[in-house]
């Protein structure tokens, strides 16, 4: 491409669960580029790199922006350290600064009972399987908000009283807390409940959680108002008697994709399953009910409303009435078919010991049919993987392959131009060093560099680092480069040197930086009517002029997009160039950063591409809620080519900064209305990209 070319209680979302690398954060919520250090700790507790899924976002209710928070991320914006005692534990999980929590081992508390007072902005994530709480559990009192809880072993603190009235033992109880995701626990044989969502705790998501040998199981209410909001997913619920959970007085309860299993032979039976109480209204979706005694109730003044669920030797009572609500109206989901919900539970629930075996990252697709497992290919340039070349490793994907390839790239620097093709789907290239610059695939073609054949020059998209045709491509914690010189190459016509282009449809990039000067992210469609989205989380993109540019339906989400002088030292550029079809979605930038060592005021954030002056395109760029420095210009969009940017689709929406301005002809923002259609979930259309 040529340089010269509301406030409603509720809103949706558009936040997933986006499973990330390892990665730190400053605590103004920047990622820290390079290397991640962080300062030393106190030796009992170490400071590590975050496990490879304990930066990822919550979804369902605890994704909804509300109460002045933005979904829920917990500590995700602090330091991480490693805890083994109960001292550290606790030392870190009361602090009023945030942190991620690593929980490395066994730890018993003392006394038994023992809850921890969680404080706000907070992930306490178990290392692997190898992170248990025994005897006690956490507390989150009124207010306690940005909580999650994700991967650990919360058990025994039963005291040999099956329906114990002395000891208020909980895994996990929440009183007057608000955006809590408690996610792939193991949760069993406590003296009370496993699970107390209590006294109007809100914006609640519980997910992938196996909950068992217990009486008491999972109760929400204790409050005579009709306040929470709760979403409980892919949980399985195995010899549990009551609760399961009992729902008082819940505003919206959504429940999907759950297993409740009676076990016969054992001496824990079920007396109801999900229960609706008081002026609660639940929507219950596909889920599998074994043997449950009284698998749904409700009470008279309560509603629910059941859609596709499985009841397989169950008795007793089974009841819906009434109306309750549409989910899709807050957030996006994706339903699997109950048929498949045990098998897909009974694997995938709990603790995960690596990112790869995350149930929670299963599309649905996969979960339909049994998928084969991933394939893994490795590349070393020392010749201690199976390939040298990154390409050779594409080279070996079988064409029109069913199930996911993963290229495992060890640390180093591929100086290579890498092209999946569109035959290959399903392939992800994973570095796998500690941090993203461990990993680099580079090359310097340029758009005006001339082939070897001397069949001419590549052009802008034949000049990509790496290309991707291939639907369903993934890659994560690496870089991808083009580092062309311009300033030694100044005769060459066409300084255009793309990085990464994709032309595909469901490309996630998480955490990886994507790094060059002019034309550095292309995101473009296999053919203009074509859909082709584009997820990019958890990264960077760094370039000068229109170097996040194309037709794709691309959303840059929770990234840094860094401002680069010019070759000659000069501030000046653009940072996206839309080149949308009308009636398609084009570029949005959310929950992000903009900036740089760059001049003030001398980057537009975008102007439109018509490529090759085509009248009918509708280019569109959206930024929202998103930090701008003071390099952005107080007229943040321009005209190109001939064509102006006010007759195409260019809008701001709630940024903050010293970039940020007020609404104005020259300055467009949306409404809350507008806005409330322009979030990330509208942008993917029912796609929720997820690890795998």
Do not use: C
């Not at 009361?94 to 007072?117: H, L, Q, R, S």
């Not at 790869?356 to 996969?366: E, K």
């Not at 991808?480 to 030694?488: K, L, V």
Request: glycine share 10%; net charge neutral.
């Amino acid at each position: 491409m040529s340089e010269h070319r509301s406030t409603a209680r509720h809103r949706r979302s558009g936040k997933f669960l986006a499973v990330g690398l390892p990665l730190a954060l400053t605590t103004a919520g920047v990622l820290v580029y390079g290397t991640d250090v962080v300062p030393q700790q106190a030796s009992a507790a170490t400071t590590a790199a975050a496990p490879a899924w304990a930066t990822a976002t919550a979804d369902g209710f605890a994704s909804v922006d509300a109460l002045g928070q933005n979904g829920t991320y917990g500590g995700r914006d602090g330091k991480t350290v490693t805890v083994r005692t109960q001292a550290d534990l606790e030392k870190y999980a009361t602090a009023a600064e945030p942190y991620v929590i690593v929980v490395a081992g066994t730890i018993t508390m003392n006394p038994v009972g023992k809850e921890i007072k969680v404080a706000s902005d907070k992930t306490i994530v178990g290392s692997g399987t190898s992170g248990h709480i025994v005897g006690g559990g956490f507390f989150l009192g009124q207010g306690v908000h940005n909580v999650i809880i994700r991967n650990l072993t919360i058990r025994d603190a039963y005291q040999g009283v099956w329906n114990d009235k002395d000891h208020d033992y909980d895994a996990i109880q929440m009183d007057g807390a608000h955006h809590v995701w408690i996610d792939h626990n193991d949760l069993r044989n406590m003296a009370d409940g496993l699970i107390d969502v209590r006294k109007d705790s809100t914006y609640v998501t519980v997910s992938w959680n196996k909950l068992s040998q217990n009486n008491k199981t999972f109760g929400i209410g204790w409050t005579e108002n009709v306040t929470t909001d709760i979403t409980i997913h892919h949980n399985w619920f195995r010899e549990t008697e009551q609760r399961n959970p009992s729902t008082d007085n819940a505003a919206h309860a959504h429940l999907y994709n759950n297993f409740l299993e009676d076990v016969a032979g054992t001496s824990i039976n079920s007396s109801y399953g999900n229960y609706s109480r008081g002026g609660t209204r639940m929507v219950l979706e596909n889920s599998y009910f074994q043997g449950m005694r009284n698998p749904v109730i409700k009470d008279a003044t309560a509603t629910i409303v059941q859609r596709g669920n499985v009841f397989s030797g169950t008795s007793g009572r089974n009841e819906s009435g009434g109306t309750a609500f549409d989910p899709k109206a807050y957030y996006s989901y994706t339903l699997d078919s109950a048929a498949n919900v045990p098998s897909l539970l009974k694997s995938g629930t709990g603790p995960r010991s690596t990112i790869g075996t995350t149930a929670a990252s299963a599309s649905a697709s996969a979960a339909s049919t049994k998928a084969a497992a991933a394939t893994t290919l490795t590349v070393a340039k020392d010749g201690s993987g199976q390939y040298r070349t990154v390409q050779a490793a594409v080279n070996a994907v079988p064409a029109n392959n069913a199930s996911r390839v993963v290229i495992s790239i060890k640390p180093g620097t591929y100086r290579e131009t890498v092209k999946v093709p569109s035959n290959k789907p399903h392939v992800t290239f994973q570095g796998t060093g500690g941090s993203r610059k461990d990993t680099v695939i580079v090359y310097n073609n340029a758009a005006g560099t001339r082939k070897p054949d001397g069949s001419g020059t590549y052009g802008t998209s034949g000049s990509a680092t790496v290309a991707v045709e291939a639907d369903d491509f993934q890659a994560r914690n690496l870089t991808i480069s083009n580092d062309f010189d311009e300033g030694a190459h100044q005769s060459l016509s066409g300084h255009q040197a793309v990085a990464l282009r994709t032309a595909a449809d469901k490309v996630f990039l998480d955490g990886v930086i994507v790094e060059g000067d002019q034309d550095t992210l292309l995101l473009d469609t296999a053919a203009k009517d074509r859909l082709g989205r584009v997820y990019v989380t958890n990264s960077y993109v760094v370039g000068n002029v229109d170097f996040i540019f194309g037709r794709a339906t691309a959303v840059i989400d929770r990234s840094v997009i860094t401002l680069k002088k010019r070759w000659d030292g000069t501030s000046a550029g653009y940072v996206t160039a839309p080149s949308t079809a009308a009636n398609r979605k084009g570029i949005l930038i959310a929950n992000s950063t903009v900036g740089g060592a760059v001049s003030d005021r001398t980057f537009y954030l975008g102007r439109p591409w018509h490529a090759g002056g085509d009248a009918s395109l509708d280019p569109q760029t959206t930024v929202r809620n998103t930090n701008l420095s003071a390099a952005v210009r107080t007229t943040p969009w321009t005209d190109m080519s001939g064509f102006s940017w006010k007759d195409d689709r260019f809008a701001e929406y709630r940024n903050t900064g010293s970039g940020s301005g007020a609404a104005s002809s020259n300055r467009p923002h949306l409404t809350d209305a507008q806005a409330a259609d322009q979030e990330v979930a509208d942008w993917l259309a029912g796609w929720t990209p997820t690890a795998s």
